[in-house]
């Protein structure tokens, strides 16, 4: 697998995105630059995605940067011993804080090992993080693209990569979960870098921020 670890990636992968399906030219062209978006993988990571969900940017980070602050370092040892008052503090809600102690015991308890899970298939490591009380398949996706650096996975569930499509290809209605996947079939097997330039499109678009994790500068 080769996996999207820095900007050349990003750009070969646009380029065979383009070849494959011409509609996105005019895509790529809107979107500007498509951030790379890499984070180290483990359980700092995923536990960043699993603030993030259902808030807007701004406030998973403002929680995200509470919570690493009362946690520090960040350790599926120092979260499982952390009180509920912590939590409180952070402002994280009873479903993500349940959700971050049950990762927690998979990492420390179960031996679940989030690096590991970076060269793992797709098919496998989505299986293993979404047996995960709490996690769900758009959090084990997302993890997969910005931690592992996956080139082929495509969040269909995620409502922004719905409203993308639908603007860019000019559809009455954002897609379906189904129908964006299958959309998203031609793309293969660069869809997780379609996934980055539909999102850096929506950003453009709405003028905002969409898409999720941290860019960390790398070079091949």
Sequence with gaps: MKRIDCDADIDEGLDALCRADPRLVAVRETAGKVPLRRSPPGFESLASI????????????????????????????????????????????RPKQKTLLAVANAVDGDGLDL?????????????????????????AEVYLLFAAG????????????QAAVAEAFGHAARPTERELYAIAESWAPWRGVASRLFWAFYSRMRGREAALGRQIPQSC
Excluded: N, Y
């Design 150 to 161: 996956h080139p082929d996975i495509f969040p269909a569930r995620d409502v922004a990569l």
């Design 50 to 93: 699993i603030v993030s969900q259902q808030v807007s940017k701004a406030s998973a980070e403002a929680i995200f940067e509470r919570f690493t602050g009362l946690i520090d370092p960040l350790t599926p040892q120092a979260v499982l011993g952390a009180s509920d008052e912590v939590f409180r503090q952070a402002g994280l809600s």
């Design 115 to 139: 690096h590991d899970l970076c060269d793992a298939d797709a098919g496998e490591a989505m299986t293993r993080l979404t047996a995960v009380s709490g996690i769900g398949p758009w959090t």
